[in-house]
C-alpha cells in the first residue's frame, strides 16, 4: 500500500482529475445496464483476466449493472484438440458435431465461466453464473452459413432467437452480475443444445435488457476503414456507414459488427468494440471521454477517425 506521504501533490491532482472526468459518465451509466461480451486474448491471458474483473467489480460498486456474456473460443479449440476431436470453421462459425457440442458445452458452463465467476468474486461476493440454456433465458434455432452461394451445414450451431431476460434481471435486483455462457437450447429438437455465437448472443441479451450500452471485447483496436491501413480506425459510425461497410469486412469482424448493428437497431443507445488486450479497456471504454475502440450509434451521417 502507498503512504499518503509518498504522494506528491502533482500526482494527487493528476488522479483527481481522472476520477473528476468519470464524473458525467458515472451519472450517465448509473443504475443503467451495460453488457459486457467477454472473449479473446482477455480470456486467456491471467493479467487481462485480473484487469477484466477489476472493471466489472467497479462498474457494481459504483452503481452501474453489468452484465456478462461470454463465448470459450481458445478454451474450446485446446479442449477439442486435447480429445483428438476434428475441428473445422466455416464462414468464421465453428462446425459443431453432436460430439463436439458436449465439449463445447462443458467448457463454457464447466470451465470457462466458474473460473471468470471465481475471479469476480475475488474482490467480493457479486458475480453468479448463468447459462443460456438456465430458466429459458435464451431459445435457438439452427443456423447454416453461405459459401459462394452454396448453404453449408455447420451441425449444433444455431442463433439465439427467444431471450426470456428474467433470470438475468432477478439477478440484477438481488445486486448480483450475471455471468452468461453462450450456448442455447434447441428450440426445434427438445433436450439439444446449440453453440450460439457469443456476440450475436450478447446483443440479443442487450436488446432484452433495454441496456444503456453493449460492450464487446476483441483482439484488434477497433473498426478499419482501409484495413490493414492502420491510420483509418474508425472511432465513431452510424449504423447506415456501418451497413454500407459490413461487406467489405473481414469475415472475422463480420459477426461483431453485425451484433453491434443488431443492437443498435433493437434500442441499445451505443455498443462498441473494444481492444481487450488493453488492461481496463472496459473503464476506458465507459468512464472517458475520448473512450477506446468503435462505437456504433443509430443515425444517417458516416464516421469519425
Known amino acids: 500500500m502507498t503512504d499518503i506521504q509518498d504522494v506528491t501533490p502533482d500526482v494527487a491532482a493528476v488522479k483527481a482529475a481522472t476520477l473528476i472526468e468519470s464524473l458525467p459518465w458515472l451519472k450517465r451509466f448509473r443504475d443503467q445496464i451495460v453488457v459486457v461480451k467477454y472473449g479473446g486474448n482477455a480470456m486467456v491471458s491471467d493479467e487481462l483476466q485480473e484487469a477484466f474483473a477489476q472493471d466489472i467489480a467497479y462498474l457494481r460498486y459504483v ?4 452484465v456478462v456474456v461470454h463465448g470459450g473460443g481458445p478454451q474450446i479449440s485446446n479442449m477439442l484438440q486435447r480429445l483428438e476431436i476434428p475441428s473445422e470453421f466455416k464462414g468464421g462459425y465453428r462446425v459443431t458435431n453432436t460430439e463436439a457440442i458436449s465439449v463445447v458445452r462443458m467448457v463454457l458452463t464447466g470451465q470457462v465461466n ?16 448463468l447459462s443460456g440454456e438456465d430458466a429459458g433465458l435464451f431459445g435457438g434455432r439452427r443456423r447454416g452459413v453461405v459459401i459462394d452461394g452454396e448453404e453449408i451445414d455447420l451441425g449444433r450451431v444455431g442463433d439465439v432467437v427467444e431471450v426470456d431476460p428474467t433470470p438475468v434481471l432477478d439477478h440484477l435486483a438481488a445486486g448480483r452480475v450475471p ?18 455465437n457469443a456476440d450475436a448472443a ?17 483482439d484488434v483496436p477497433g473498426l478499419y476503414a482501409d484495413w490493414p ?13 456501418l451497413i454500407e461497410m459490413l461487406p467489405s469486412l473481414e469475415s472475422g469482424m463480420i459477426p461483431k459488427m453485425k451484433a453491434c448493428l443488431d443492437a443498435i437497431e433493437g434500442g441499445v443507445d451505443a455498443a462498441a468494440i473494444i481492444d481487450g488486450r488493453v488492461p481496463h479497456s472496459v473503464l476506458v471504454e465507459l468512464f472517458t471521454s475520448k473512450g477506446i475502440g468503435t462505437e456504433v450509434v443509430l443515425g444517417t451521417t458516416g464516421t469519425n477517425a
Open 114 to 129: 466458474p473460473q471468470l465467476v471465481s475471479k469476480i468474486n475475488s474482490h467480493g461476493p457479486i458475480a453468479t453464473g
Open 63 to 66: 452503481g452501474v449493472l453489468p
Open 202 to 218: 450478447a446483443a440479443a441479451l442487450a436488446v432484452a435488457l433495454n441496456a444503456r450500452k453493449l460492450v464487446i471485447l476483441t
Open 179 to 196: 455471468v452468461v455462457s453462450s450456448i442455447a437450447p434447441d428450440l426445434d429438437h427438445p433436450g439439444q443444445s446449440l453453440n450460439v
Open 229 to 241: 491501413n492502420r491510420d483509418s480506425l474508425v472511432s465513431h459510425i452510424t449504423s447506415d456507414a
